[in-house]
Structure formats: structure tokens, C-alpha cells
RNA sequence: UGCCCGAUGGUGUAAUGGUAGCACGAACGACUCUGACUCGUUCUGUCUAGGUUCGACUCCUAGUCGGGCAGCCA
């Protein structure tokens, strides 16, 4: 977790802002505090960072804090796996930038029974920290919905003594029919009108383990006739007798996310909960469950916002585990998925993800959001931050006929332009290096500024070097372009300003590396791969590209998280998982902006 | 065809009854030992029709178009 020297920059409000803002002046709570709910059912994406953004980025505005819990109350779902990668994935987009506003809590830690405004009341505390942006101790752990399992059934039983509850014993399939029609309104369970006992009786029951699954439900009585669906009796508990992965065996009946997302805010003492725009119609229920209790303390508030949507990817979990599990891809971390661990493994750093985010803003307008705007914000921190490195992806030989073999001549190459005070390192020239096959046309193109047969062009950090004579294999293909080096045009010579129109890079022959070097490009050729007949046919063939490239003998002590500008061709990182010092891999993150490409 | 939500350039977003601005993108140009970066110029917008008002992107009415809602998923 390395500081984030980026200054910090504005952050505009929007409507969500907006509301924070009055209730902190209204002093409506004592602290703001938000969270970050996953469902441990798949691995994070860019989508859950602006979730992520929104939520630290307010917890950190206020001085609050922000939650990361975990919605795990369908154990059929849900597995630890995901909650490590969750985890990790949280922790690295906000390191340096809101790592101080994480809200953990204490390792095996309950809600616990209170006394609030002289009532009987639950609450779980982040753990406190001895100093504001004090590290979190080793034993704090996130919070889990499922912790909640016990509070959450006493608030069942009370809803049940409160009349406001009923155990309903339809099936699926009636529970659907007595529901009714968006246009039409549902009818009344027939087990709706159940005492107070007996419902209490039968959900003690639930909880024993006395009924299969699907026998009954808790329900919450509301009104069948709502025009809002999801106000028509909605279950709160379902029977399913499989352990959790956190919970262990103890429950075989489980709380549904309507009943049990409000309450896990409320216990918490979230103040605002802030979610995507299709709970829009839950918003209702949300406000119901924790107003038919008579909860003590503030009750949390709901506010929703666009999803972001960016082009040529795919969000969904479902989708991507579907490109996983085809084998489109070679996991949850491949540099071509969206998901924060392919980008982390790409190279993206992730303060441009921040940054992405947050110049996207929040409202509730449905819009694509170009991923332009994304590989900009990625450009723009690697530009500043990336060292400067020479390296030649598609190798051709190219000899300096002037120059014996064995002689070296040393160079100063920059190490990052963009530095108040740069700095250099040494490359050394040779009688034999390699340039970019791309940089030499026998018939050169119009306003071609490279290589070219009589031409002139600048090695970079060397000299001007002019174009003698090629050298060809029997079936006419290039193998050796000859040159002579103009060595009186280096940096510090007398003809260094002798200017040329084009400049390339090059690597040493006799002293350089050799890597694999994964070239990647989008997953998928049309802008919105979600709305074709089937993704899969629109995904993208030439995605991954493998090449054995020639670096500079520097990049041997290139370290896993440390990302480069090879120079002229992009940004590139060593591979987290199948890099070695004995056999380095880079990957690709982005390219340049090439003008002349197009 | 019930209810809810939304609509500003190609894209995203700002303007909260008072000059429609910013960013991305695109095009062209300058600079350049990265065809990068940087800089300059240009491009394109308030869904429609009424109404309120001195004045409407903003408020009202109707329409159009788009999204959401009928899991014992979250």
C-alpha cells in the first residue's frame, strides 16, 4: 500500500453529494457512514468500482467511514473464494486514497444488544482506531450479513407480534399466482390471516428444521393490491436446509436481501445506503421493514444511481463467469476481463480506475459511458508516473557497418520526461541492434517519417544513423539492414542538433533480453457486446497476441506492480502470475495514442 | 396495455428561473531525440407540442422515446 502522490483532485458533487451535504448540515446523523455490499458470488469489476468510489468517496469527504459487507444470506451461492478476492480487490483501488475510512470490524464479532433512547436495540461498531489513518488491526475482519442471522431473526418475531408478519405455507409456483400481474392485482394468501401464536409457533418451527424446503415462508403483510410488485406480501424468510460457508449449519431458514439488507444497514448505523437504479421499486420495502419495527436509533435511507456501463464490455458476473468457464479467457484474472484483478494484473494502477469513476459522476440516467474515456485516464497516470524503457516487440537486425564489433558506445537514455528533474540511466550502443520491424519500409508509405532505403533516422538517446544497403534470404525477406552511424550527432557532440523527422528505438543485440510479451486488445469487436444476440459471437479473435520481444538489460529487475512506457509502443507490466527473473513475461496494459496508426 | 424512473453535442457530465460550460472523442495545425506528452483552432447539444414567466435545460400539462418492476437471487 504505497501513498498515492497524486494531488487530489476535485471532486464534483452530484445529486447523492448533494444530499449527504444537507444532512450533514442539518446534523440529521452523527457520523456518515455508507458501505460497500457484494454478494460473495463472483470476483469484483470496474462496474463495482464506481460503486466502491461513490461509497469511500463520501465516507471520506464527511470523515465517516464505509463498510465493506458481505450479502451472503443465499448460501447456495456464495463461496470464500470470493470473499479473499473481494477483499484484496477493495483493498488495492483504495490504498492510499480512503484506506483510511475501511470499516472492519472485530474478528468474530456479533451485533450486540444495546440499550438506545431507554429501548432494547442492536448494533455492530467498526472497530475504532487509536489515531485517524491508524493501519486496521490484523484481527479486524469485514462485516457479513450473515453475522446478523440471530438479530435478524429476533426483528422477525417481532414483526410477527406486531401483526406484520405471517407464515404463508403456499408453494413457488402459488406464491407467484396469488401475486397477481403488474396490471393486475394479487389476492390474499389464504394463510395471511393467521394469529399472532400461530405464526410465531410455526416460524419457531422453520427455524427447528421441522418443514423441507419450500414448505413455508415468512411473509411480510403488506397489500396484495399494491401497484408496486415487490409490496405484494414479499417473502422475508425461506427454508433451505444447506449450511453456509460462513454461518456453518446452525440456520436452515434464511432471510431474503429486502428483509435483511435494511436491517444489516440499520445495525451497522449505516447512515446512507446507496445502491444501483433496479432497487428503485425496493425502496418502499426498505422503508417499510425498518418503520413497522420501531427501531430506536436513525433509520438509514436508500438512493439509487445509474450502473456504469462502459462500451465494449461485458459487466454482468454472469456473463464474465460464462466467458470463464468457455475458456474465452483463462480465469476471473485475465487481463482482458474487466474484473479488478485482470486490470490489476494488466497493469492498470488503480488510481486512473479512480479517477475513471469519478469523472463518469453519478446520476440516474442510463447512459454507455466510450471506454475512451477510461483508456484516457489511464494514459494520463501512466504517462506521469511510468519510467521510460526501450524495447522491440517484432525484432529486426540492423547493423552499424562503422562501428567494430566488441566496441561499445555509452548512452544516456531518460528516464521519465515528465519528471521535474529527470533522470538517466545507460544504454549502450552496439555494432548490432534491433529495431521495430514496423520502423523500416523497403517502399515506404506516404509522409513515412521512419527508415527507409537511403533514408536517415535518429536512434533515440544515440545518433542519426542513414540507411546503406539490405541484406535478404533467398525468398527476398529482410534479415540484416545496414547503416552507417553518424556519431558525431550524439547528445553532447558537435552535430547533435542535426535534425531528422523520425526517431526510433532499438535494443542492443549482443546485450539485451529477451521476454514473452502478451499483447492484448479488446474482448470484443462491437461496442455493446450485452446487447448482441449472443457475446459470445462477437468476441474478439485477435484479443491476445504472444511475441518474444527484445528488451533493454535493465527491465532483468522489473518487479511484479512496477509498470513501464516502453517507448513508442505503450505501457506494459510484468505478468503477476508467470513472470520469473529466469523468464520474464510483460504484459501490454495500454498502448500509445498512435495518430499515425490512423 | 398498471405503476415507477429517466431524456442536454458522437459519448459522459455541469448549469438548482438569469451568458448552455467542462471532459472524452474527431479533424486540422504548432512543437517534438517518443507520430507520445504539451499547446492552439475547429466540430456538434437542451426529445416534441403547448402553458406559466420580463426571462425556461430548469416549473406545469400532454405526447414521444428509452429503462425498470410479476425469484422462495442479490
Redesign the pocket.
Known amino acids: 500500500m504505497s501513498a498515492d502522490l497524486t494531488p487530489p483532485a476535485p471532486v ?4 447523492i453529494r ?1 444530499i449527504v451535504a444537507a444532512d450533514v448540515a442539518a446534523q440529521r446523523h452523527a457520523k456518515i457512514v455508507t458501505r460497500f ?3 460473495p ?1 463472483g470476483y469484483l469489476h470496474i462496474g463495482h468500482a464506481k460503486s466502491i468510489c461513490l461509497n469511500f468517496g463520501i465516507a471520506r469527504e464527511h470523515g465517516g467511514v464505509c463498510n465493506l459487507r458481505f ?4 448460501p ?3 463461496e470464500i473464494e470470493y470473499v479473499e478476492s473481494i477483499t484484496t480487490d477493495v483493498q488495492w483501488l483504495i490504498a492510499g486514497w480512503a484506506d483510511h475510512c475501511l470499516g472492519f470490524k472485530p474478528q468474530g464479532a456479533h451485533p450486540a444488544k444495546v440499550t438506545s433512547h431507554g429501548q432494547p436495540d442492536y448494533y455492530l461498531a467498526p472497530v475504532s482506531l487509536p489515531a485517524p489513518g491508524s493501519p486496521l488491526p490484523a484481527s479486524a475482519e469485514p462485516f457479513y ?1 450473515s453475522d446478523y442471522f440471530d438479530a435478524l431473526y429476533e426483528y422477525a418475531l417481532e414483526l410477527i407480534r406486531r401483526g406484520q408478519a405471517y407464515v ?9 399466482k396469488y ?6 392485482p ?1 389476492q390474499d394468501s389464504p394463510f395471511r390471516h393467521r394469529s399472532v401464536a400461530e405464526n410465531l409457533d410455526l416460524f419457531q418451527r422453520m427455524k427447528a428444521g421441522e418443514f423441507p ?5 415468512l411473509r411480510s403483510k403488506i397489500d396484495m393490491a ?5 409490496l ?1 406480501d ?2 422475508l ?4 436446509h444447506i449450511p453456509h460457508y460462513h454461518a456453518g449449519a446452525k440456520w436452515c431458514i ?5 428483509y ?2 435494511c436491517l444489516s444497514d440499520y445495525l451497522e448505523g449505516v447512515s446512507h445506503s446507496l445502491c ?7 425502496r418502499a420495502l426498505y422503508d417499510w421493514v425498518l418503520e413497522n419495527l420501531g427501531l430506536p436509533r436513525p433509520l438509514p435511507h436508500q438512493y ?1 444511481f ?1 450502473k456504469l ?1 462502459p ?1 465494449y464490455t461485458l459487466l454482468s458476473k454472469r456473463n464474465i463467469l460464462r466467458l470463464v468457464q468457455e475458456k474465452v479467457v483463462a480465469g476471473w484474472d485475465d487481463p482482458r476481463l474487466p474484473t479488478l484483478s485482470g486490470l490489476r494484473r494488466r497493469g492498470i494502477p488503480a488510481s486512473a480506475i479512480r479517477q475513471f469513476v469519478i ?12 471506454i ?6 489511464v ?2 497516470e501512466l ?2 508516473t511510468a519510467a ?1 524503457r526501450l524495447a522491440v516487440l517484432r525484432p529486426v537486425k540492423l547493423v552499424l557497418t562503422n562501428l567494430p564489433a566488441g566496441e561499445t558506445i555509452a ?1 544516456a537514455a ?1 528516464n ?3 519528471d521535474e528533474t529527470p533522470t538517466t540511466r545507460p544504454v549502450a550502443l552496439t555494432r548490432e541492434v534491433f529495431i521495430e520491424a514496423d ?1 523500416f519500409a523497403e517502399v ?2 506516404p ?4 527508415l527507409k532505403p537511403g533514408g536517415e533516422v ?6 542519426i544513423i542513414k540507411c546503406d544497403e539490405l541484406v535478404k534470404d533467398a525468398a527476398g525477406a529482410i534479415t540484416e539492414i545496414r547503416c552507417t552511424a553518424q556519431l558525431d ?5 558537435p552535430n ?2 542535426k ?7 532499438w535494443v542492443s543485440a549482443t546485450d539485451c533480453l529477451d521476454a514473452e510479451v502478451r499483447l492484448y486488445d479488446r474482448l470484443f469487436t462491437v461496442p455493446e457486446p450485452g446487447a448482441a444476440e449472443d457475446f459470445m459471437k462477437v468476441v474478439n479473435p485477435k484479443s491476445l497476441e504472444v511475441v518474444t520481444a527484445k528488451l533493454e538489460p535493465s527491465l532483468a529487475g522489473a518487479k511484479v506492480g512496477e509498470r513501464f ?5 505503450g505501457y506494459f507490466t510484468p505478468d503477476a502470475k508467470d513472470s520469473s527473473p529466469a523468464k520474464p513475461v510483460f504484459n501490454r496494459a495500454i498502448t ?7
Request: hydrophobic share 30%; proline share 8%.
Open positions: 464534483p458533487t452530484d445529486f448533494d455490499p457484494p454478494e458470488n450479502d451472503d444470506t443465499n447456495a451461492k456464495e450479513a404463508c405455507d403456499l408453494n413457488a409456483e402459488d406464491t407467484e401475486r397477481g400481474a403488474p396490471d393486475r394479487g424446503d419450500g414448505a413455508r415462508s399494491s401497484p408496486n410488485m415487490w405484494r414479499p417473502l424468510y425461506r427454508i433451505r434464511y432471510p431474503l436481501y429486502d435483511a439488507h444501483s437504479l433496479e432497487f428503485v421499486p425496493h439509487e445509474a456501463v462500451t469523472s463518469v459522476g453519478v446520476t440516474t440516467f442510463n447512459s454507455v459511458t466510450d475512451a474515456v477510461f483508456e484516457h485516464a494514459r494520463e504517462n506521469r521510460r548512452c531518460v521519465n520526461p515528465q520502423d515506404p508509405p509522409k513515412y517519417f521512419r535518429r536512434l533515440k538517446y544515440a545518433c550527432t550524439r547528445h553532447g557532440q547533435a542538433d535534425k531528422v523527422k523520425g526517431t526510433i528505438h512506457q516502453f517507448e513508442r509502443l500509445l495514442r498512435d495518430a499515425w496508426a490512423k
